[in-house]
């Protein structure tokens, strides 16, 4: 069968999808709070949840951040749960009862991970430090383990979750839909900082006892997870039965939706265009989230800040990006273009980074906060030309593999930035007995990769892409359908 015979069979139910009505502005707000939902949780657990477990239980950074990497790591799940939610529906619906059971998982599993938490420091309490033991490795695979599910649960939500959207989208309003959503998650990653710096408010003093800590931590991992779950409920009600054009989709979906990861990958790299900019998206991707894991203990330990005043340290960036989302693309891109907007916000990245550590020479706290700030600026710079970027290398015939493809990738070079911060970590400090040129070879090394992603954007040639995709997407589809 070729690719046009399928295209052509589609045609007459694709049009049934115009007598549905289209979303407004005010439903995309409100479908954004799942996504703002999403971004609390990661203050949660990459802002407080890694901050106790290295500083005040001991645990090592390389353990802390790898069992917080696994979530993402989880991420090829996407693709079945995808598939799944095409071909079997939930409640009646496709992807709604998987928004709703992925968010009750993840309610439910972030409470027993902080039970893990606690029963590794208990080890490191009895043992005056970390050591290895039966015990050890029992607890840290079982900790893996609810992580795992952790990472299906929030991989069965959001994938569904953003199926919806494309569902319920048209071509002319998919753009500022997205925009939105991703706004959204900005919004809950300022929230959840400012959030998390109110509930632990009586953890201000440095030297609080455990007990006291275990309390409220343990309150905030059950009161969070529940109002997130809540926004989940509250965002995607009524949403698909009203707008959902799947139906008239079905034939397409059902089959971009069986290719396998290996038929992605394949079809990524038909193009030497798509692999190059998968190459620069990677590497921009770990070297914007090799902090992720370190961000907070950085303040601890540098700066001596208390738990809540770190927590607050990913509302500085948040907001930051937050302010320089729009600024972008309503300014920098009509005037400097995609490609040098990119390039510019990936330089000033590799340059904040530099003053972070330069910050941590001076213990100056408010210095710091600042450099932060000035991070979420040019984080905004570089992602929002990333994703203009991504639009250009997206081909309408297979956007849904392309996206889904992009995602992957994204996911995954975040799961390996999240685990390897805290193995760098643990390095520098073999080398280094000064915590602010430990924690300086994580950011050094985040500085360096951003130019590096420079590089591999130079080298990508769009025009060629523009000219050649065509014909390779339709070998690769023809293959998989005739093959």
């Known amino acids: 069968m070729k690719t046009s015979n399928v295209v052509k069979s589609e045609l007459p139910s694709s049009a049934q999808h115009h007598r549905l009505p289209k979303i407004n502005l005010f439903t995309m707000f409100r479908l954004g709070l799942f996504q703002m939902g999403l971004g609390i949780l990661a203050v949660l657990t990459l802002g407080v949840l890694n901050r106790v477990m290295i500083d005040e239980l001991g645990i090592p950074a390389s353990i802390t951040g790898s069992l917080l990497a696994i979530s993402l790591f989880i991420a090829p799940a996407r693709v079945w749960f995808g598939q799944l939610s095409d071909t079997k529906p939930v409640f009646g619906y496709h992807r709604t009862g998987y928004v709703w059971m992925g968010s009750g998982l993840f309610m439910i599993i972030l409470s027993l991970a902080v039970q893990i938490t606690w029963q590794l420091g208990n080890l490191v309490e009895g043992a005056g430090s970390w050591t290895w033991s039966i015990p050890a490795y029992s607890w840290v695979a079982l900790g893996a383990l609810i992580f795992a599910l952790y990472g299906m649960a929030v991989s069965m939500s959001s994938t569904t979750f953003f199926t919806l959207l494309v569902d319920i989208s048209d071509e002319d309003n998919r753009g500022k839909l997205i925009g939105i959503i991703w706004s959204m998650m900005t919004v809950g990653i300022a929230i959840g900082g400012i959030s998390s710096t109110i509930l632990l408010k009586g953890l201000d003093n440095i030297d609080t006892s455990l007990e006291v800590l275990r309390s409220s931590i343990t309150g905030l991992f059950f009161f969070v997870p529940l109002m997130v779950f809540g926004l989940a409920v509250l965002a995607t009600f009524g949403i698909e039965k009203k707008y959902s054009r799947y139906s008239s989709r079905s034939i ?153 493809a992009w995602g992957l990738g994204q996911a995954m070079a975040r799961g390996i930035a999240v685990a390897s911060g805290g193995v760098i970590l643990d390095v520098g400090r073999a080398i280094f007995t000064t915590p602010v040129l430990a924690y300086g070879v994580v950011f050094a090394l985040q500085s360096a990769g951003m130019i590096v992603a420079i590089w591999f954007l130079g080298k990508v040639n769009f025009k060629e892409f523009q000219d050649n995709a065509q014909h390779a997407i339709a070998a690769v589809m023809e293959g998989d359908l005739d093959g």
Not at 262 to 270: E, F
Not at 355 to 371: C, D, E, K, V, Y
């Open 252 to 404: 397409l979906a059902n089959r971009e939706d069986q290719i396998t990861l290996g038929q992605s990958l394949k079809l990524l790299t038909a193009s030497p265009q798509t692999g190059l900019f998968f190459t620069f998206l990677v590497i921009m991707t770990i070297s914007l989230f090799l902090q992720e894991a370190v961000l907070e203990p950085y303040g601890g330990e540098v700066f001596n800040m208390s738990i809540p005043q770190t927590s607050l340290l990913n509302s500085y960036w948040g907001i930051g990006m937050l302010m320089s989302l729009s600024a972008t693309g309503f300014f920098l891109i009509p005037n400097l273009g995609k490609r040098k907007t990119t390039q510019l916000g990936c330089l000033a990245v590799s340059i904040c980074f530099i003053l972070i550590i330069m910050s941590g020479f001076t213990g100056n706290a408010q210095l710091f906060q600042g450099t932060l700030l000035l991070f979420g600026l040019s984080t905004g710079i570089a992602t929002t030309g990333a994703l203009s970027l991504m639009l250009d290398l997206t081909a309408a015939e297979a956007a849904g593999t392309f996206v889904g």
